[in-house]
């Protein structure tokens, strides 16, 4: 836990004055919360200054009014550091992380696909995994898209 | 030649590599690889969002189904989330449990792959041997948890099973004849000059590409990174297994195949310091149906690389969002990028070298991608269709 309490410490130095919410539930696990303005610059700390270049995946969450983005970066043998920040779900326009973290490519797709985030920057944000003739503006991971709705669309398409 | 002179060749969606659908388009100039686009989700069944209609408890029978190779590293990342949302620890035998199933789907996931590894360079013999001592561990998988794949052996808060004195007996004589044939794969792969002349210097991976593409598991390890979930943030008992992150610095399908022959003997040995130090007592936890709110972040090194979970909870009996990625969707990019440039009689071997899962990364969101596939059961319809 001292480890992971010296990476809490270490954040909270970089980033401190961006920092909406810090917390470490057990060993080698921290979320981090920021502003949506200061995610990129808190990143871009994190990935020069910590070396932290591996990012697991990305989760969006649909919160009602809001979607939140949640960047899962692995640190080695030290932490699992969890960046996130919310958007409101009427200006779905983030930065693409693609040109600090290429790996984010196709995790970036997804969330556009799933939940209608648009990447600014990407590369190309074509159709990954729903099929070809999904109806554009259907977004299955948001809470409004019922189960059975989404059944009766796919079984059409 | 420009890219005026490039034509576009469909691979997939009918195997690829493997016998599980998936699409790549290669753009090709002459016999050159100049680009490709791959287009997944042909099995695509939404399971994402059917996490959040079921309880925690059904999901783990939903978490089993992510994948029919890896079912075991998929419940196991998933437990360990319920499990830190509940503020709940299996005890000590069930990690020991959870660890010797870990590895033994380790080895036959590992000698199903260098069967396919052999297939895929034309050499035939080596992948009807694999695949029929591979089930020596599959048969041993059955006897312990009555499943060849899917062995409901995890649950909430410990194991639904337990090792009795005959099971470990039979284990440990299972990988010592196991032993002696992984040796010889490896020797094999490590001697065989028709391997090696398919293998040594193709489908390179630079190290640089693979950490910043953000590769896992043996296709990141066989290009010189030591990344492994299991040493670097330890779960089940791994924290008190001795064993060797297995590397290769050659960055070719050679060094991938090395790295998994050589893990497989660590997987041995693993298994047999298990069994010999596997503490008694209780199997499982009791655990309440409710989850309390909060979110977890759950990883398992599967035996294609790092898997991780997240999990967000509400309070009540059903999660309020369920993220799952596999290892196969981590490492597309890098196999892309390993791929432009090569020869096309060899992207067959080049593709399988990540050993890639397609159910795995496919599973995201929704029911499925083929369109004349429409002929979907309700649970209701599925009990009625017993009677």
């Known amino acids: 836990m001292e480890q992971t309490n010296e990476v809490v410490e270490r954040l909270k130095k970089l980033v401190g004055d961006k920092i909406v919410e810090i917390k470490s539930p057990r060993k080698r696990r921290i979320f981090l919360r920021v502003e949506k303005d200061s995610f990129r610059e808190a990143v871009k700390e994190i990935v020069n200054d910590m070396k932290i270049t591996h990012l697991s995946t990305i989760t969006g969450t649909d919160l009602g009014q809001e979607i939140e983005l949640l960047y899962h970066f692995a640190y080695g043998d030290l932490t699992v550091l969890t960046v996130g920040f919310k958007i409101p779900k009427d200006n779905l326009n983030v930065r693409t992380l693609t040109d600090l973290v290429p790996g984010a490519i196709l995790y970036e797709r997804e969330l556009h696909e799933v939940l209608g985030v648009n990447f600014e920057g990407h590369p190309g944000l074509l159709p990954l995994i729903l099929p070809e003739t999904w109806p554009e503006g259907v977004y299955p991971l948001r809470k409004e898209q019922k189960f059975e709705d989404l059944r009766k669309i796919s079984s059409k398409s | ?387």
């Open chain 2, 1 to 387: 030649m420009g890219f005026a002179s490039t034509i576009k060749v469909p691979f997939g969606p009918q195997h690829p590599a493997l016998k599980e659908p998936e699409n790549f388009i290669f753009e090709v100039d002459g016999d050159t690889v100049v680009n490709v686009t791959p287009r997944i989700g042909y099995a695509h069944r939404g399971m994402e969002k059917a996490f959040e209609i079921r309880t925690y408890i059904q999901n783990v029978y939903l978490a089993e189904r992510v994948c029919g190779i890896c079912s075991h590293a998929h419940t196991t990342c998933y437990v360990q989330a319920v499990e830190e949302l509940l503020g709940v620890e299996a005890p000590p035998r069930a990690k020991y449990i959870r660890t010797i199933i870990a590895e033994l789907e380790r080895l036959h996931s590992h000698s199903l792959w260098v069967g396919i590894a052999a297939h895929e360079v034309g050499f035939d013999t080596l992948f009807m041997y694999a695949w029929r001592d591979r089930e020596l561990v599959m048969g041993l998988l059955e006897e312990i948890s009555g499943n060849r794949v899917h062995y409901a052996m995890n649950t909430i808060g410990g194991v639904r099973r337990d090792l009795t004195p005959e099971l470990v007996a039979k284990t440990k004589s299972c990988m010592d004849a196991f032993e002696t044939k992984s040796k010889h794969y490896l020797r094999i792969m490590q001697t065989e000059p028709t391997f090696e002349k398919r293998a040594a210097g193709v489908g390179i991976l630079k190290t640089k590409d693979a950490v910043e593409l953000c590769a896992v598991g043996p296709t990141l390890r066989g290009s010189g990174i030591k990344n492994d979930v299991r040493a670097d943030d330890p779960y089940a008992a791994y924290d008190e297994m001795p064993f060797n992150v297995i590397s290769h610095e050659g960055c070719d399908v050679l060094c991938r195949t090395l790295t998994r022959c050589e893990e497989m003997l660590e997987s041995i040995n693993i298994v047999r310091y298990a069994l010999d130090h596997m503490p008694s007592g209780e199997l499982r936890a009791k655990v309440p149906a409710a989850v309390p709110a909060g979110e977890a972040v759950s990883r398992v090194e599967a035996p294609r690389g790092e898997l991780i979970h997240y999990a967000r909870s509400n309070g009540s009996t059903k999660p309020e969002r369920y993220k799952i990625r596999s290892p196969t969707l981590a490492n597309i990019p890098a196999l892309c990028k390993t791929l432009i440039g090569c020869h096309i009689a060899d992207i067959p071997i080049i593709l399988a070298g990540i050993d890639p899962c397609f159910s795995c990364m496919d599973r995201m969101v929704f029911v499925d991608a083929k369109a004349n596939n429409q002929w979907i059961w309700t649970m209701q319809e599925l009990r009625n269709s017993k009677k």
